[in-house]
């Protein structure tokens, strides 16, 4: 793949309908309130900023032509990439952006006795809007109702597709204490199998900027 050939690959992926926000919920309390649709949308900010994927810009920098060949592409999936200070003033859907994952990626891989020479890498969110609050402060409840009731109508088949596009040689699913590693392993469980260019899928820390240091690190 080159350089222009996975800028589009990631226009087109960018370039599809985002999730409408949900207007009927089911009955029930969320910290002692009536569960309502503002209750839930309160956390989204207004208007909702979506991140679906881009390409880290540190990792993409030696690729100096649109026909530089991009070579080992690593896919890292999250929940809610994008909060963190450095990306406050993303453009929605940009192409790319300076994750700040590079080097606990590389942690990451070394850890694992993965040997990669410069991978350009691809983050994305399981869930494609920024919530106003950090997503650590959410209950496993309120996660799922808002990836259920305001997100992709099949996550994991987002990711999916996304995988099918970018045929990278690696699946990162970071996020040890979020919903990310239980939506990856229904990935691994139902869709794995069918890509031969994925060599190992991994399950790590969250690899944002300012996370703790890396103590959990999987690799299959």
Not at 22 to 38: D, E, F, K, V
Request: with cysteine.
């Amino acid at each position: 793949m080159t350089k222009q050939q996975l800028e589009s690959a990631v226009t087109a992926i960018n370039s599809g309908p985002l999730p409408s926000l949900a207007h009927s919920l089911p009955n029930g309390i969320i910290r002692g309130q009536a569960l309502t649709p503002h209750i839930l949308t309160s956390s989204l900010g207004a208007p909702p900023h979506p991140i679906v994927v881009v390409i880290d810009s540190d990792s993409a920098n030696g690729l100096t032509s649109n026909s530089s060949l991009v070579g080992d592409l690593a896919f890292v999936v999250g929940i809610n990439y994008g909060q963190v200070a450095s990306s406050g003033k993303l453009p929605a859907c940009a192409l790319y952006d300076r994750t700040h994952m590079q080097r606990r990626l590389m942690t990451v891989f070394t850890a694992l006795g993965i040997t990669a020479s410069a991978p350009v890498f691809v983050a994305a969110n399981f869930f494609p809007f920024l919530t106003g609050k950090p997503w650590g402060k959410l209950n496993s409840i309120e996660e799922m109702l808002l990836v259920h009731h305001n997100g992709f109508t099949d996550p994991i088949q987002h990711v999916d597709c996304t995988v099918r596009a970018l045929k990278p040689k690696w699946v990162i699913f970071h996020g040890a204490n979020n919903g990310v590693p239980l939506l990856g392993h229904e990935w691994m469980r139902h869709h794995r199998k069918l890509h031969d260019s994925v060599e190992n899928v991994v399950f790590c820390d969250n690899l944002a900027y300012g996370s703790a240091q890396i103590s959990n690190a999987i690799m299959y």
